[in-house]
Every structure is written in structure tokens, then in C-alpha cells.
């Protein structure tokens, strides 16, 4: 059993989210708190940046549920930088502890998962759970110096700049998170750093399928399948990996990285990074199911577990996949 | 209240370490699991041989609490190498679940007190806490190459090649984890990356009072005060710090940097690294705990959170402590 039930039903109070220009000029535009005019956020570098964008998103979502700082009992964060500097120092900002976390661009829903049942289980009443990330940090810490102009293939995908987060309470609002299923590292043995949709969609197929073994539910139970950072390519693989299971999630599938930016894949195949899915669920997402557009959202960060050095020593790229169910009551 | 309280008492059933022939020179060598020839572990890198101690500590903290890997529900752990890599690729080793977390050195006591949250609530029976660390992919990462010869300044710190795990479990014996104090990030603006145990002594006095203040223990409550790797000049920052707040530790204080070596100040002050806490708390304090030498412990791993991008950027280091109660029943 990978997968945990909150009886007391956590509430996803509010949310809080920042995003770049590239990213605002899609489907998110018209939900974040906050567009930025350029991805530097007047800062003078891009991790400053980075960092400033996660701080400005626990800021945000702590106002928008209409608390104080002292009213936080925990920030549960994670990012891509080497030792999360980003979530580290975005810590230093707050009177309140800390809690580290990494599992990739699956970092948003592990966030929400433990806040879950920290929350859940009584320990704690208030819990921020943030990530984020920024093209620019990520590009020369994963990849190349900007400055080059590398050629991108067709299989890569796009780091998204932005931050997203939210609190997660005894009460506050009518949305509950009501289970988490945590995931395996799942290793279909992709060495392409740059086709992390094919690397991370088996981990994605892995967690939704015991997702549903262990709730008895099915894909139809669901008015939402959310996948974090597949992008266009990595959400066909899903699609088919889960089909020769005997699940179809063709109509009620989407991916926040396939839909963030405006994907034409004979040119890349849309956003990656943790601030993906924070800044899409919490901000595009989240409005519909405040609306009650949507009910019943699996939410299913994906993380590509690999770093410069693993991939340099001839590593594959493994996969994780977290899972939230999140439901109006 | 930066406190958590274990009612059902989550049992530590067993320990799993291993560490390299500089470290099992000292106190620990006659408690490991195993004792390294060479700090290749047979791999071809140090990335491959830390990552294979850690897979080794897990599953001999499986083994020796008489379980079968079918009996674990999750696994916990993090570790200091970029994105997390050792922890995730040992991860790949097992068929259950993995939680990522980081905070730097302090990821033992982290993933212990998680643990120790998930099991007292009921949401897993058994899950395993794990970290390592290893002193050439350490410098080579935040450092220098070993080729260089650096000459180390007298204040710094040996990071230790090493690792150490536990299984923490509903029942199975009379060791329990009674509460874990979550710590925040504490800056005093020390920026000497030499200096890790000025940098994190502040957060180990923050959590250490923090502590005292929830549960309502004092200092004279405990047998020990176990501090994770502020070395030798750390330990005595730690001690001042609490001294000027009226908390005396001078007799039942010990930090797992300093006493792991053979200090000599006017070298070096002690181990470091996630390693350090994980391979001499679960074997020489374990082993003290266990013939009810010690009845009453505070674990107290420390972290400092930095990069080596943050620090060429001009930050600071802060640093960030988690505490775990451990006590015979």
C-alpha cells in the first residue's frame, strides 16, 4: 500500500503564485497573483531571482488565506538547485521551520502530500507546501551557459520560471485533500537528459495505477488527471503506458507542462521544472476547482531523478511520481 | 510550538552502518555493520560508492530488525550530492516507496522525525530513515579536486565517508522516538565555507531551546545532547550560545564531528557531512541506548544550507537543526 488517507480532511486554504512573461502569456496569465515584467524580478541573478519568486509565493498564499506569518506552523519546500538553496534561503525569510524536500519537479505534490498528514494527523495546524523554478538557473546548471545559444531538440522541454504554493489547514475552505500516494523510483533506463517526458512518464503510469489499487477507484472516478512536467510527448507515453493497462485516461488527462506554453513539437514539447506544476495547478487548476468546474483532480507531480554528475557517469534518468487526490466537499 | 509529540511511541528496531577505514579507525569502528578496506566500495566512482554504502546501510537496518524489503512501507532519506543523486539511485535498489528530503547534515534527524510522524499516526507500520555522505565526492563537489592538495584551514571539517539507517516500526522493541522539534533557518551571516560549525552552531542552540521550551525538559532531562557535525569549535560556539541563555550542557553534551576523529584543533576540528551523525548515532550511541547506558537522548543532527553558487554569490551560510527525543521505555 503506497498510499495514505487523511480522514480529517486537510483544506487547501489558498494559494499564492508568480510567474515570467513567457509563462504568463498562456493559460496561467490570467491566474497568478503576479506577472513578472522580466524573469530577473529585479534581482541580480537568476537563483536570486528563483528564490525571490518562492518567497513572493508562500508571502502570497499565507495573505490569500487571510493569515499572519505567525499564524504558519511549517514551510515544506524543495527546488532544482544544488541543495535547494532556493527553498533554503526562502526559509530565512519566515519565523517558522523548515522542512526540506527533494524528489525533482514531483517536489510540489511531495510538499502537499506531507503537509497533508502532518496536518491530517494533528502535529501541525497551518502548513505552507511551495516550490519553484526559473529557466535561466536551470539551463546553466543542468545544461549550457546561456550565452552559447545552444540548438534545443525537438524532445526537450522548457524549465518554467514561476513559484506556487499553498496553505494547507484544519479548515479554512471547502477543498480537501483526501489522499496521497507516494511513489517508487520507477527506472525504464532513458539516458536522454533531454527527453525527460519519456524518463518520468513510467513513474507517472506507476503511482496513478497504485493510486487506484489502493482506492478502489477508477480513471472515470476522477474529473482530472494532472500530470506536473510530461510535456506533450511524455503525456502520449502516459496515455499508451496506462492503455496497455487496461486505463484509459484519454478524456479527462491533461499535463501542466503540455499546457503551460503554446507547444509546437516539432520545436520542444512544453514547460518542465518544479515551478510547472506549482504554478499551473496552483493557479489554473485550482480556479476551476474553486468554480466547481472541477470536483475530483488527481494531482501528480513528476520528477526526472538525475543531476550533471549521475547523467556524466552514465547513469539512466529513474522517475518519481507523487499523487494528491484533491476533492470539493 | 515547533514540537511534535509521538503518543504510540514509533520504535527505532534497528540499525544499519557502514563507514571507511579513516573513520572506523575512532570510537565507531568496534559498532559498524561494516568496516571499508578502501572508500571505493569496489565502484568505479565516489558518487557509485556512496550511493552503494547507502543502499548497503538500508538494507542492513532491514536485515538486522529480522524483516524482509516486503515488509517496509517507505523509505526516507536525502543526502549531500547535487539533486540528491545518491539517495535516489539507492532508492531504485528497493520496491517501496521514496520520500526525498534534504537539509544538509541535518537529514538524519529530518528523516527520522518524518518517520517518526508517519509511523506514530498510523499512516505506515514500518518505514526506514537513511543518510550518508563521502568525503571525495564531497570536495569534489564543493571543494576542490583532491589533485589539488588543498591546504585545509585549521576550522574546517573532515567529511565523513559513511553511512547509517534505521528502522523505525509500531513495535518490535523498547527504543522509542517521543517527539521531534522542527528547526528553522537560523543566519548568523557566517560566510567562511571553512567554517560549518560556527555556521551551524546558532540553529543547534535555536532547536535545542525550542525544544526545551515545548516539551518543557530541560537540559538536566537528558543523559545526552547529541549534535551532529559541528566539529570542535562548533561544539564549544554551541556551548557559549546556550551558557549566555542560562542552559548549562557542559556535562551531558557530545557532537558526532568531534569525537568520530582523532581531533587536533590546530588541524582540523572534526567530521562533517551527512554521514557523520548517521554512522555514530545508529552505532556507538545506539549501542549505548541499547545497554541502557544512555535512557534518554536528544538528537540533534545540524545543517548548513549553502552551494557552492550561493556562496560564490556573496550569501551566507545558514544553518538549520531537527531534533529527535529518544528514549528507553
Chains 1, 2 share one sequence.
Not at 531571482?49 to 502570497?60: G, N, T, V
Not at 506556487?164 to 539516458?191: L, W, Y
Not at 513539437?265 to 485550482?286: L, T
Request: aromatic share 8%.
Amino acid at each position: 500500500m503506497q498510499t495514505i488517507f487523511f480522514e480529517n480532511k486537510p483544506r487547501i486554504v489558498a494559494t499564492g503564485t508568480v510567474a515570467g512573461p513567457k509563462e504568463c502569456a498562456g493559460v496561467v496569465g490570467n491566474f497568478v497573483d503576479r506577472t513578472l515584467d522580466d524573469d530577473t524580478f529585479g534581482e541580480s541573478t537568476y537563483e536570486k531571482a528563483e528564490c525571490k519568486m518562492l518567497s513572493y509565493a508562500i508571502s502570497k498564499a499565507i495573505e490569500n488565506a487571510k493569515l499572519k506569518e505567525s499564524d504558519i506552523d511549517m514551510l515544506i519546500s524543495g527546488d532544482l538547485l544544488n541543495q535547494i538553496i532556493s527553498a533554503s534561503f526562502a526559509a530565512r525569510d519566515f519565523d517558522f521551520p523548515f522542512l526540506g524536500v527533494y524528489s525533482a519537479c514531483s517536489t510540489m505534490s511531495e510538499s502537499m502530500a506531507l503537509a497533508g498528514a502532518l496536518v491530517n494527523a494533528g502535529y501541525f495546524r497551518r502548513v505552507v507546501a511551495a516550490t519553484g523554478s526559473h529557466f535561466s538557473s536551470a539551463e546553466r546548471q543542468y545544461r549550457y551557459p546561456l550565452e552559447l545559444g545552444n540548438t534545443r531538440p525537438p524532445q526537450s522541454q522548457w524549465t518554467v520560471t514561476g513559484a506556487g504554493g499553498c496553505v494547507i489547514a484544519d479548515k479554512g475552505s471547502d477543498i480537501a485533500i483526501t489522499s496521497a500516494t507516494f511513489g517508487k523510483v520507477v527506472d525504464f533506463g532513458i539516458t536522454d537528459v533531454n527527453n525527460m517526458g519519456a524518463a518520468m512518464s513510467p513513474s507517472a503510469a506507476h503511482s496513478i495505477l497504485a493510486h487506484f489499487k489502493d482506492t478502489g477507484r477508477t480513471a472515470d472516478d476522477y474529473d482530472l488527471i494532472v500530470t506536473g512536467d510530461l510535456g506533450a510527448l511524455g503525456s502520449r507515453i502516459l496515455k499508451d503506458l496506462l492503455w496497455e493497462k487496461g486505463v484509459d485516461i484519454q478524456k479527462n488527462h491533461v499535463d501542466c507542462g503540455e499546457i503551460i506554453y503554446n507547444v509546437i513539437e516539432d520545436e520542444f514539447q512544453g514547460g518542465s521544472g518544479a515551478g510547472c506544476s506549482a504554478v499551473v495547478f496552483h493557479s489554473y487548476i485550482m480556479d476551476k476547482i474553486k468554480k466547481r468546474e472541477l470536483n475530483r483532480v488527481l494531482f501528480c507531480a513528476t520528477g526526472a531523478l538525475l543531476s550533471t554528475v549521475s547523467s556524466g557517469q552514465g547513469e539512466s534518468i529513474p522517475g518519481i511520481c507523487h499523487a494528491v487526490a484533491i476533492e470539493n466537499l
